[in-house]
T-cell receptor, first 114, second 115 residues
């Protein structure tokens, strides 16, 4: 089965630093997403991205966050100035052209902000 | 998206069927019922989804009641590797079509399969 690939699997950073989380969605997919899960809590939607622009974002996705699809294959989430509360598992997901089909999730990047 | 209600935890013996219920009494006509699971802290994994007919695939069966207000996920022969958190999610396109793929996860049901 096709896979969504995320790198790195673990990222440790100092508070205030910028981090970029990388994802390679499934190659023919058109819709891309970031979710996050703080330890012990629910999986939360952050942002959806289609046709090179954000389609929807949650209230969590403030000005410190940005997404980009720089080269047609990678999909990145940037956190400009990390805070302690940004520590979480971040999941990338992608969806094909059948919009009522399944989301494919990556295995996640564990971000630890010290 | 409609809200779902699931029991917080369930147990199942290995080799037996696991039947996980979900209530979604406020589901609207164009909303699908999706089931995902999350093993340990891995990414959520799709299991099955349906609109109003019962569905079956290689992983599970989904039984949706005629009024669509509840559903049951059936794992026919549970194994130890099926121990996970199972999420029932109701989702579908809104009028603007921008909510595709935006899943609202609840706490899910922690299924423990024991030997």
């Amino acid at each position: 089965e096709p896979e969504v690939t995320q790198t790195p699997s673990h990222q440790v950073t100092q508070m205030g630093q910028e981090v970029i989380l990388r994802c390679v969605p499934i190659s023919n997919h058109l819709y891309f997403y970031w979710y996050r899960q703080i330890l012990g809590q629910k999986v939360e939607f952050l942002v959806s991205f289609y046709n090179n622009e954000i389609s929807e974002k949650s209230e969590i996705f403030d000005d410190q966050f940005s997404v980009e699809r720089p080269d047609g294959s990678n999909f990145t989430l940037k956190i400009r100035s990390t805070k302690l509360e940004d520590s979480a598992m971040y999941f990338c997901a992608s969806l094909g052209t059948d919009l009522n089909e399944k989301l494919f999730f990556g295995s996640g990047t564990q971000l630890s902000v010290l | 998206d409609a809200k779902t209600t699931q029991p917080p935890s369930m147990d199942c013996a290995e080799g037996r069927a696991a039947n996980l219920p979900c209530n979604h009494s406020t589901i609207s006509g164009n909303e699908y019922v999706y089931w995902y699971r999350q093993i340990h802290s891995q990414g959520p994994q799709y299991i099955i989804h349906g609109l109003k007919n019962n569905e079956t695939n290689e992983m599970a069966s989904l039984i949706i009641t005629e009024d669509r207000k509840s559903s049951t996920l059936i794992l026919p022969h549970a194994t130890l590797r099926d121990t996970a958190v199972y999420y029932c999610i109701v989702s579908g396109a809104n009028a603007g079509g921008t909510s595709y793929g935006k899943l609202t996860f609840g706490q899910g049901t922690i299924l423990t399969v024991h030997p």
